[in-house]
């Protein structure tokens, strides 16, 4: 058979199939397809994770678990990338909760954190948690994974 170049990585091959006569193998040709067929791919991307969604985020899940370092760097880079997206999203939160964000800054400045949580009695990741935002001086001192379980909960399922 006659040898071609790869249309993708420009490698000089022989064709095996029919099918695959410019590319080298089918990654290659995967490769190729998808630079040039952006919008098709991005369309085809979307319905597979609104089909896979659960999947994705499991995967996620395990890569951060497994990678911590690489998963912070990732985090860290996006947040620098869209800073001006989430210092809109503050903005507007600010303003949708007036009452939240007078408490959490008379907490910040009259109110001194435990050294440990008061749930688990960790020593990291320590944060103040609102039990009633029209009462701005009740606050515990819990742990980040404590304090999104307890909003994770109903009013009524809340432990004190």
């Not at 791919?41 to 896979?52: E, G, L, M």
Request: glycine share 0%; proline share 4%.
């Amino acid at each position: 058979m006659k040898k071609k170049n790869c249309k993708f990585c420009k490698k000089i091959f022989i064709p095996r199939y029919r099918i695959s006569q410019n590319f080298c193998d089918k990654i290659c040709q995967e490769k190729y397809w998808v630079l040039n067929n952006k919008e098709h791919s991005n369309n085809y991307k979307h319905k597979w994770y609104s089909k896979n969604k659960q999947l994705t985020i499991q995967r996620a899940k395990e890569w951060t678990l497994k990678n911590p370092i690489k998963a912070k760097e990732s985090k860290i880079k996006h947040f620098s990338n869209n800073r001006d997206k989430y210092n809109e999203k503050n903005r507007v939160w600010v303003i949708n909760n007036p009452e939240k964000k007078k408490a959490q800054s008379k907490a910040q400045h009259f109110i001194v954190m435990n050294p440990i949580c008061e749930m688990c009695g960790s020593t990291q990741s320590l944060q103040r948690h609102h039990w009633r935002y029209d009462k701005p001086l009740l606050v515990n001192t819990l742990c980040q994974s404590c304090h999104s379980i307890q909003h994770s909960k109903k009013p009524m399922e809340v432990s004190i």
